[in-house]
């Protein structure tokens, strides 16, 4: 994962869009190997939403200390990236005389038009999905706008801030940036954008899900500095939030032990159109990394646990990989039905949510404790027969053959095998004997 963090090393070039890509101190790469779907995807970008998690599964390894002063670093260099990137402004860009004739013509279909290139200033930037990790606007069509990316990078650094490792001036930034990104979220959580996947408009629950949890734990951040404002603001807006996403589970009833069945839908697209996406692996997501002390929407809700019992069942009968697995493996899990990118899952970072999500209803201890455990610890065994003998973690293994496919050395793949297996760690720690 460490490769990804501020690739100093590794130049890009987009020689069809006359562009070259030299990374700079605090970017984090989705994946630090250079392709151009070749077949290998162009993941040279710095996500909003993957940096966020990078950084966050970073702070873990410190905690572990794994990692000492060189995430502190990392630290600084992705805080003070991140609020350059608030000084960009598309419309300088736009205005930029010849910009579509450096870009072959074969590939100005692709070439991001100056309309929507203008849009990209003030706080829209950060909604821009990613950027260059050379601190420079993508210039490429993609789905826009889209609003995981501050309440993802607002929770990473609270919990970067609660840790009380941070000097003064570090401090300080990442207080300026925390605050920019809880008004974004204050000021833009109503509003439709795209998906985890970026793929489809509308209201996703993954969006909400997270929003809700950085407004949470902002309010109660604010409110220890003082600014009850504010934090009353935040802390009512996520409320909201939730309450809107209680009309996302769509009930079928119980079953014979009286529990729900159904799921948590993933999405409303706009005009209330119906989509084949609504079944997603992003709902159990969210539950991870949005958790807090809300009972609902996190590993403790039944409707969530019903959501995970039904992905389960989807991608059981879908993969072949999966049919006639031996005992004590779990289902390899993909995104939702009917994937078609690359292999079509699956996915290493939705297996090992799948595996975090039961350790943390583990840790939360009660009668189905040791279940949850041993559920982690099944989908943990398929992501190992998955995975060589290197440890190289792409972004999905073949639902056929189990190869590995998609993007290699994929930043967000490391992050979660590190949340899981800390959270692992928390649950067997919660289940050993006392006394």
Excluded at 249 to 254: N, P, Q
Excluded at 321 to 339: C, E, L, Q, V
Excluded at 395 to 412: C, I, M
Aim: aromatic share 10%.
């Amino acid at each position: 994962m460490l490769t990804s963090i501020s690739p100093l090393s590794i130049v890009k070039h987009r020689g069809g869009f006359g562009q070259t890509v030299r990374p700079v101190a605090g970017s984090i790469v989705a994946s630090p190997v250079l392709g151009n779907y070749d077949p290998d995807p162009d993941y040279f970008f710095h996500w909003f939403r993957d940096s966020a998690v990078v950084i966050d599964a970073l702070r873990l390894l410190h905690i572990d200390r794994r990692i000492g002063d060189e995430a502190l670093r990392h630290l600084r260099d992705f805080t003070r990236f991140s609020l350059a990137l608030n000084r960009l402004d598309g419309r300088v860009d736009a205005a930029v005389p010849g910009r579509a004739q450096r870009v072959e013509p074969g590939l100005l279909q692709y070439l991001r038009e100056d309309h929507d290139l203008a849009r990209a200033h003030g706080d829209a930037v950060v909604g821009e999905t990613r950027v260059n990790p050379d601190g420079t606007l993508d210039i490429l069509r993609w789905a826009r706008p889209q609003h995981d990316g501050p309440p993802l990078r607002a929770l990473a650094l609270l919990r970067w801030v609660a840790g009380g490792q941070l000097d003064a001036s570090l401090l300080a930034d990442v207080s300026e940036l925390i605050r920019f990104d809880l008004h974004f979220t204050l000021r833009h959580w109503r509003e439709p954008s795209f998906d985890i996947w970026e793929e489809e408009s509308g209201h996703h629950y993954y969006t909400l899900r997270v929003s809700a949890a950085a407004l949470a734990e902002g309010a109660t951040w604010l409110q220890g500095g003082g600014d009850t404002v504010q934090a009353q603001q935040c802390r009512e807006a996520s409320q909201a939030v939730l309450r809107w996403l209680d009309d996302y589970w769509v009930d079928e009833g119980t079953d014979e032990h009286g529990a729900p069945k159904g799921y948590y839908r993933s999405r409303v697209l706009e005009g209330g159109k119906p989509s084949p996406k609504a079944l997603d692996i992003a709902v159990i997501l969210s539950a991870i990394h949005g958790v807090g002390a809300e009972a609902l929407h996190g590993p403790a809700d039944p409707r969530m646990q019903a959501t995970l019992a039904r992905l389960d069942a989807l991608f059981d009968a879908a993969y072949p990989i999966n049919h006639g697995r031996p005992p004590g493996r779990g289902t390899a899990m993909g995104r939702y039905a009917g994937d078609v990118y690359c292999s079509g899952g699956a996915y290493y970072f939705s297996t090992l949510g799948a595996a975090e999500f039961c350790f943390r209803a583990a840790a939360l201890g009660g009668d189905e404790a040791r279940s949850w455990f041993d559920r982690g610890d099944a989908y943990l065994a398929t992501v190992r027969a998955y995975t060589p003998v290197t440890g190289d973690l792409s972004e999905q293994f073949d639902q056929r053959s189990g190869a590995q496919t998609s993007a290699k050395h994929l930043a967000w793949s490391y992050a979660a095998f590190i949340s899981s297996v800390r959270a692992r760690r928390i649950a067997a720690e919660s289940q050993a004997p006392r006394g």
